[in-house]
T-cell receptor
């Protein structure tokens, strides 16, 4: 088991649904990330929060909406997704709020959009 | 040219073999280097992290960084079937953007 916990493990949603992915870490890390990973590809950065503030948005479509309620929690709100958004969504954290430390990943949420 | 090049394999070896996984990179600004192991349907797991040129050993794993050649390696000694996974090299230069290699799929045959 990892120290970054993601729920749910699997999610199937229709294109008109609204759902949320959740991530939690209790390592005291100051930066948290959302990544998207397609099969046989490396993770792609979506968003970075540092000290609970959004630092990076990699031009992600607005149907993905991140939220960082506190230093331990990170959410990703999903709305009106497309089938091509089906992927493994990974949460990660790093100790350094400036990003100069390695990423620690959760096991992801496998999302299928029908 | 990609910032990080990694042969996607697959690489198939017999149990007990020494495995060598490699990445090259083009950006001299990279300061720290990582290897991740990813099992099917799991998230990447941090195996090794190093901040300088040279070797770092942890059990059966040795990470090697040669900044002058822009080349990093991961060696796995006495490989086991449980080592079968995708291995991702990754590097960063300060800031939040970690650059990943494509990942090498490794199969260790019993």
């Amino acid at each position: 088991d990892t120290e970054v916990t993601q729920t749910p493990k699997h999610l199937v949603m229709g294109m008109t649904n609204k759902k949320s992915l959740k991530c939690e870490q209790h390592m005291g890390h100051r930066a948290m990330y959302w990544y998207k990973q397609k099969a046989k590809k490396p993770p792609e950065l979506m968003f970075v929060y540092s000290y609970e503030k959004l630092s990076i948005n990699e031009s992600v479509p607005s149907r993905f909406s991140p939220e960082c309620p506190n230093s331990s929690l990170l959410n990703l709100h999903l709305h009106a997704l497309q089938p091509e958004d089906s992927a493994l969504y990974l949460c990660a954290s790093s100790q350094d709020g400036g990003g100069n430390s390695p990423l620690h990943f959760g096991n992801g949420t496998r999302l299928t959009v029908t | 040219q990609k910032e990080v090049e990694q042969d996607p394999g697959p690489l198939s070896v017999p149990e007990g073999a020494i495995v060598s996984l490699n990445c090259t990179y083009s950006n001299s600004a990279f300061q720290y280097f990582m290897w991740y192991r990813q099992y099917s349907r799991k998230g990447p797991e941090l195996l090794m992290y190093t901040y300088s040129s040279g070797n770092k050993e942890d059990g059966r794993f040795t990470a090697q960084v040669d900044k002058s050649s822009k080349y990093i390696s991961l060696f796995i000694r006495d490989s086991q079937p449980s080592d079968s996974a995708t291995y991702l090299c990754a590097m960063g230069g300060g800031g939040f953007k970690t650059i990943f290699g494509a990942g090498t799929r490794l199969f260790v045959k019993a």
